[in-house]
């Protein structure tokens, strides 16, 4: 990886440099409000940086912040520089960032207008001047990526929270950004619904080497998508590695009021009872680690952590 | 399930609804659904995206009419009570919090709910008091709520709806953006208001939280009712809930693949999983008549 900070003309790069916020005052007269201090990290076309943190702590600002709304529509004082394959978010208009960075809020509502699914998948590739037959060719191929082709000519106040997100989703796919940026994506999901949004993403790593950043409160989501992952408390950075690194720092997590993976959890709770030495995120490698740890005899506490799993 | 000496706070009785004009019958819609929930119950309404849940809650505080069935709260139809009626049996916490939330400050939002219902201005006070300190909002009571997170956005949505004490609590998605805090809170006051003698509805994609939660579930697919029963019958059925595009809750799947080497298969939650699994292993690995360490 290049250092961070150095420019790059790839659209698909991301560089955030010690980017620092602070939202206007509430009223005037009052003090600024800090919403992020120091954020500094890279992401590369194929690559995801996941973000995980608790309400609050500066999710939704750096996502807005890698598209521009942060600071060119809230206003406010920003230190340090977002850039998208070159272009700064707080320079570069808005509406020539949505041609490289497409961004999809927790609340499908707040990106939906009601009219019938193809007219909201359509609506993006139309602003950026995409030819019709084109358009065509995008509503049909995202509609079915995300399981609603069956519901095009539906309108789409008329779907369930759950299709109303993949409908969202559709919409920013078929902006064919560079850069797509997830802010819990999969909230309002049911299983099935974020299976097919993981499928998605991975399909779009891989054949498309898109740019990812997904923020998020489902560990699992992110264990499962990220090259990287940066954990973000009260707007800074305070942990940040592989989704494997990140999490074994349970009670750390537990602290911020995040929780770590459920079967990790699962893993300290054991430990603390049997003075074992569990350390899983995934079924198949909790499986093999407790049924191991039957097996042995006499009790082994050394080598039960998922390294000892070739 | 109905059989109890006391009359159910709700009965939905054979009900049918779809949305529009459209006729195809086939989607957003519910189809002869028949329920009811007693004092005490804490049942989540669990199926896809798209299978009616949130149609059904819906009926239940009378914002949808049946086109045919009907709803009976207390014994009287939905049709024959204006909803502000209603809403003080039947409290709804939407998914979105910005659905229901408007004043200038949270302790303003969180008291109107009984001024408008005309209870007088300690009683009022004495209301807001009581579901702030519950969800622990007393630091931000002063707040503008759209300037809180959405974490502590959706406490106050649901302590507006806890403070006209109804008797029915409708929770749509309760956890869905929530942080670890906050998924505690809401657990709490459920469970708290269910022992108070109410009953909770909730709405969840989350297993392992209604595996945690309820003490019932209904699983709705295609707008029917296919599934009702206790949660530890309903949760560890592997073939049911697969059936029904849902999944085992993480620890339940995995004490059903750890049960040929012993464990209990029907584990619902972290606890009950940890207890049956330390068993096993002190079984296999200490001499018999030790206790754990």
């Not at chain 1, 090259?227 to 009260?234: K, W």
Request: charged share 20%; proline share 7%.
């Amino acid at each position: 990886m290049k250092p961070e900070g150095q420019a790059s003309n790839a659209p698909g790069t991301v560089i955030v440099r010690d980017l620092a916020f602070h939202y206007p005052p509430l009223r005037p007269g009052l003090a600024p409000v800090q919403a992020l201090d120091g954020i500094s990290f890279r992401a590369e076309p194929g690559q995801t940086v996941g973000i995980y943190g608790s309400g609050g702590s500066g999710k939704s600002t750096l996502c807005l912040a890698l598209n521009g709304i942060v600071p060119q529509t809230t206003g406010g004082i920003v230190r340090g520089e977002v850039t998208i394959g070159g272009w700064s978010t707080r320079t570069r208009p808005i509406a020539q960032l949505s041609s490289r960075v497409a961004v999809v809020f927790q609340n499908p509502d707040t990106s939906l207008i009601g009219r019938s699914v193809e007219d909201e998948v359509a609506f993006g590739p139309e602003n950026l001047g995409v030819p019709p037959a084109e358009i065509e060719r995008r509503i049909e191929t995202t509609l079915d990526r995300v399981g609603m082709g069956a519901y095009r000519w539906q309108r789409s106040s008329e779907l369930s929270g759950g299709e109303k997100q993949r409908v969202v989703v559709a919409a920013a796919l078929a902006m064919e950004p560079a850069v797509l940026v997830l802010d819990e994506p999969t909230a309002a999901l049911d299983p099935h619904g974020t299976t097919a949004v993981v499928d998605v993403l991975r399909a779009l790593i891989a054949e498309k080497r898109t740019t990812i950043i997904l923020a998020a409160q489902d560990p699992d989501l992110l264990a499962a998508l990220s090259d990287e992952l940066l954990i973000l408390d009260a707007g800074r950075v305070v942990r940040r590695g592989t989704p494997q690194e990140v999490f074994m720092h349970g009670s750390e997590l537990r602290k911020i009021g995040l929780t770590a993976p459920p079967l990790l959890d699962l893993a300290e709770r054991l430990n603390a009872m049997l003075g074992t030495d569990f350390g899983f995120l995934e079924h198949a490698v909790a499986l093999q680690s407790l049924t191991d740890a039957l097996e042995r005899r006499p009790p082994a506490l050394r080598d039960s952590v998922p390294s000892s799993v070739t | 399930m109905s059989g109890t000496h006391r009359v159910p706070i709700v009965q939905v009785q054979s009900v049918s609804y779809h949305y529009g004009s459209t006729g195809d019958g086939a989607g957003r819609a519910i189809s002869d659904v028949t329920l009811e929930i007693g004092h005490g119950e804490l049942i989540a309404l669990v199926g896809q995206n798209g299978s009616g849940k949130s149609t059904l809650a819906r009926h239940v505080n009378g914002l949808l009419k049946p086109c045919s069935g009907r709803v009976l709260v207390h014994g009287v139809d939905t049709r024959e009570v204006p909803i502000h009626r209603l809403a003080r049996y039947v409290g709804y916490a939407f998914q979105n919090p910005d659905d229901q939330l408007f004043a200038a400050t949270v302790v303003e939002d969180i008291s109107f709910g009984p001024r408008n219902v005309g209870h007088d201005p300690a009683e009022v006070e004495r209301r807001a008091g009581m579901v702030i300190e519950q969800l622990g909002l007393g630091g931000v009571a002063g707040h503008h709520p759209f300037l809180l997170n959405r974490s502590t956005r959706r406490l106050v949505a649901l302590a507006g709806v806890l403070a006209l004490t109804p008797d029915v609590l409708v929770l749509d998605e309760p956890t869905d953006g929530l942080d670890a805090w906050a998924v505690d809170r809401v657990q709490a006051v459920v469970r708290h208001h269910v022992a108070d003698g109410g009953a909770v509805l909730l709405i969840s994609h989350d297993m392992g939280f209604v595996a945690a939660t309820a003490n019932r579930v209904v699983i709705l697919r295609g707008g029917r009712v296919v599934a009702d029963g206790p949660t530890r019958t309903v949760m560890t059925d592997l073939s049911l809930l697969t059936a029904n595009n849902l999944a085992l809750p993480p620890v339940t799947r995995l004490a059903q693949a750890l049960a040929p080497r012993g464990m209990r298969p029907d584990v619902l939650n972290p606890e009950e999983f940890c207890d049956a699994y330390a068993a096993l292993w002190r079984a296999r690995h200490l001499l018999p008549g030790t206790s754990g360490p």
